[in-house]
């Protein structure tokens, strides 16, 4: 069974940078990161497909996010660079731990496991 922990949530000014870091108890090979704002709907945000390298993005954290690999199969971090206010969010990490690749990135039933989430604060 997967099982997923989030960290490197906190507290940043506008402009800043925080890594989030996604760690499963198995190797993951499809891995996602959601956001849900308070009083808004969850959001997809960014996902890798670790065995063929690709990554994907929403429009709205383009340029700025970046989800890689860590060293080891069962960690995935998203890096977010020139926070804003709007990136206010909890951070969930979604993963799955079958290799093929998954039909719907967007389908938050897609995922095998799901973290209990980590609080980004971005203040202006």
């Known amino acids: 069974q997967v099982q997923l922990v989030e960290s490197g949530g906190g507290a940043v000014q506008a402009g800043g940078s925080l890594r989030l870091s996604c760690t499963a108890t198995v190797d993951i090979y499809t891995v996602a990161w959601f956001r849900q704002a308070p009083g808004k709907e969850r959001e997809w945000v960014a996902g890798?497909?670790?065995?063929?390298?690709?990554?994907y993005y929403a429009d709205s954290v383009k340029g700025r996010f970046t989800i890689s690999q860590g060293s080891t199969k069962n960690t995935v971090y998203l890096q977010m660079n020139s926070l804003g206010p709007e990136d206010t969010a909890m951070y969930y990490c979604?993963?799955?731990?079958?290799?093929?690749?998954?039909?719907?990135?967007?389908?938050?039933?897609?995922?095998?496991?799901w973290g209990p989430g980590t609080q980004v604060t971005v203040s202006s």
């Open positions: 890798i497909y670790t065995l063929a390298s690709t990554t």
């Open positions: 979604a993963a799955r731990a079958r290799r093929n690749p998954i039909r719907n990135k967007f389908d938050p039933d897609s995922y095998e496991a």
